[in-house]
Nanobody, 115 residues
């Protein structure tokens, strides 16, 4: 059973940093791109970054230059380090994988940027 479990969200002040984690199980983690999405209230879910099997990261425009993706293939965990957080980064952040033709989502972790 493919499972993704996010953690690391919370309340942070503008300009602060957070590191999100996503623990994966039930599939060969090293084969797949791992995606981070976010969904703000009243908005569509959007792709934030893709962490490729070799650990390289493709960042999308809303967070470009402010996030670093990484992965630990030994522990089947992918990370999203976010810096210089802004109020508009407030959202639920989701880990996602396209595995075996199926899209699998984690339950999400809330990130709130507020003073």
């Amino acid at each position: 059973q493919v499972q993704l479990v996010e953690s690391g969200g919370g309340l942070v002040q503008p300009g602060g940093s957070l590191r999100l984690s996503c623990a994966a199980s039930g599939f060969v983690f090293t084969w797949y791109d791992m995606n981070w999405y976010r969904q703000a209230p009243g908005k569509e879910r959007e792709l934030v970054a893709t962490i490729h099997p070799d650990g390289s990261t493709t960042e999308k425009n809303p967070v470009k230059g402010r996030v670093t993706g990484s992965r630990d293939n030994a522990s089947n965990t992918v990370y999203l380090q976010m810096t210089n957080l802004k109020s508009e980064d407030t959202a639920v952040y989701y880990c996602q994988v396209l595995q075996g033709g199926r899209i699998v989502w984690g339950q999400g972790t809330q990130v709130t940027v507020s003073s």
